[in-house]
């Protein structure tokens, strides 16, 4: 007989999926999956249940993890470690009277969620998760730009656009690390925070007679702000990295004709910190449950 109140459904995922099923294991939990068939280092868990069909893994508990993100391409489910393609419309409609938690859930899946009833806790609108997420995220970040470029990081030009959460943390971190660092934005309010912690601060209005001074540019806006004639003004040997989700903040295809060097950047955490990315979701799932 299945312990509803101890068992999880985890559906999909990436390394971080991966690795939090072995956490919910040393915690005691019944884990049921599917769409995680390749992943070897889930093979030998006792207490994990590799379920034959999705309907007969979602039917086994109350509550079903799911990606993060949900899906990629807005029409199949983030299964990189399955055999089988998981459609969304078929994820959904096994879910009905299932809680679901997973990340950056798009505003056509959380109609369909609605539509069908399934309440659901996006990750990603979590504020412990997101703060938690954005350390990983930066980490990663400044990996990549030391990779890339042939300065040190100490006395670089280095712009972040947009001052939220990533941001934020992002500055921080550079700034420590001795780069001259800028942050772009648009709210008055933002331009006098970055004042108040002591970087430099750009204004959007002001961003074309500036971008030429920069040696490593970080775009953080979910938002193509550098696009045409402003794709000019970037050095030709300076590194952009997108931190945005798709689109993402770069005409990626105009910026690689005119020689630029982009580097789209996306799910840093699973890449760089799979471990530690997992204990942030880990800690979220948890204060989800208690709230359940």
């Given amino acids: 007989?299945?312990?509803?109140?101890?068992?999880?459904?985890?559906?999909?995922?990436?390394?971080?999926?991966?690795?939090?099923?072995?956490?919910?294991?040393?915690?005691?939990?019944?884990?049921?999956?599917?769409?995680?068939?390749?992943?070897?280092?889930?093979?030998?868990?006792?207490?994990?249940?590799?379920?034959?069909?999705?309907?007969?893994?979602?039917?086994?508990?109350?509550?079903?993890?799911?990606?993060?993100?949900?899906?990629?391409?807005?029409?199949?489910?983030?299964?990189?470690?399955?055999?089988?393609?998981?459609?969304?419309?078929?994820?959904?409609?096994?879910?009905k009277g299932k809680y679901l938690i997973a990340g950056n859930i798009g505003p056509k899946e959380k109609e369909a969620l609605d539509n069908n009833n399934i309440q659901y806790t996006d990750l990603l609108k979590r504020e412990e998760f997101s703060v938690l997420n954005t350390i990983a995220t930066a980490e990663g970040t400044i990996q990549i730009a030391m990779e890339e470029t042939q300065r040190t990081i100490h006395g670089t030009n280095v712009l972040v656009m947009g001052f939220g959460r990533i941001g934020k943390v992002l500055a921080k971190m550079l700034n420590g690390i001795g780069a001259k660092v800028y942050c772009e934005a648009r709210k008055n309010e933002d331009i006098s925070w970055i004042k108040a912690y002591?970087?430099?601060?750009?204004?959007?209005?002001?961003?074309?007679?500036?971008?030429s001074k920069f040696d490593i540019i970080i775009n953080t806006i979910p938002f193509q702000l550098l696009v045409g004639d402003r794709l000019d003004l970037i050095k030709k040997e300076a590194i952009v990295i997108d931190l945005a989700s798709n689109p993402g903040g770069i005409d990626r295809k105009a910026a690689s004709e005119k020689g630029l060097k982009i580097i789209w950047a996306l799910s840093l955490p699973a890449k760089v910190a799979p471990i530690t990315s997992a204990e942030f979701i880990k800690e979220t799932l948890y204060h989800v449950l208690k709230e359940l």
């Fill in 198 to 211: 002591g970087y430099n601060p750009i204004h959007l209005n002001d961003l074309d007679e500036n971008l």
């Fill in 1 to 95: 007989m299945i312990d509803m109140e101890k068992s999880i459904t985890v559906i999909g995922g990436d390394l971080r999926i991966v690795k939090l099923i072995e956490m919910l294991d040393k915690d005691g939990y019944k884990v049921y999956t599917y769409g995680l068939e390749n992943s070897e280092e889930i093979l030998n868990l006792e207490s994990v249940e590799m379920c034959p069909t999705l309907d007969v893994a979602i039917r086994s508990s109350k509550v079903v993890v799911g990606p993060v993100p949900l899906s990629s391409d807005r029409r199949r489910l983030s299964t990189p470690f399955g055999r089988n393609i998981v459609e969304l419309e078929e994820f959904f409609e096994a879910l």
